[in-house]
């Protein structure tokens, strides 16, 4: 006996519709819920692409906000920080040795890396800033271009020098240096000894072309005062 034909034919029509109807909606709710979730996932991920882009050019704009004629701000270094390297020149004291050192294997292929400039108070930039700016009749902005404003220099912080070949004297401060073996020698070595240029030519800072003008960056201490400078070389 079939248990159905005790329920009403019109009863018994509603619940066989109402079984698969049931199950149709719980699958597509399921579906609907994927999709969903799907969607929502996909358009966080965009959302995260968006930002990370954002912050890469806000730190860029918060940086170049900090800059002045180009040039980043850099604190000066304490006394006790520095040494003397030939006289009247003070490096700080984690480049010295390693300077010296470049400096020896240079002179074994007989080149001769000459020292010309290494710390400068901010009150003496502000001197060199100021007086060159009326010897050579130039406005702020041109003479950004080969020497910072004070309290913008990388001299500042000690750890950047200035660097000639003994040799080819007239050079000093020149772009033609980077025709000298001293140049062409610290191009392909100085980085041994944690030097880089820091004002390649068409360098991202808008800074005008030093081949005479290194930085160091062989200590952590080091490596933080030139965090933006390197952030804009990274980012822009
Ligand atoms: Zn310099």
Known sequence: MNYQDDIPLAKRIKSIRTIPAKSFLRIGFLFFMVGISLTFLSNRSVLRQ???????????????????LGHLPYPQASKDELILFSPGIYVHKDIYENF???????????????????????????DIFYENKSIRNQTAIERSWDSAPPGYSEHSTGYAIDVGDGDYPNTHFEVEFEQTP????MKK??????????????????VTYEPWHW???????ALKKFEDANKITKFK
């Open 215 to 221: 930085r160091f960056e062989g200590t952590v201490n």
């Open 100 to 126: 010296k050192e470049m400096q020896f294997k240079a002179a074994q292929k007989g080149i001769s890396l000459q020292l010309l400039s290494g710390y400068r108070s901010i009150n003496l930039q502000r």
């Open 50 to 68: 968006t930002t990370s882009l954002e912050d890469s050019i806000n730190l860029i704009e918060n940086i170049q906000n900090k800059s002045l």
């Open 189 to 206: 070595f100085a980085s041994k000894y944690h030097f880089v240029l820091s004002f390649p030519s068409n360098n991202k800072q808008g």
């Open 182 to 185: 001293a140049f062409k020698w």
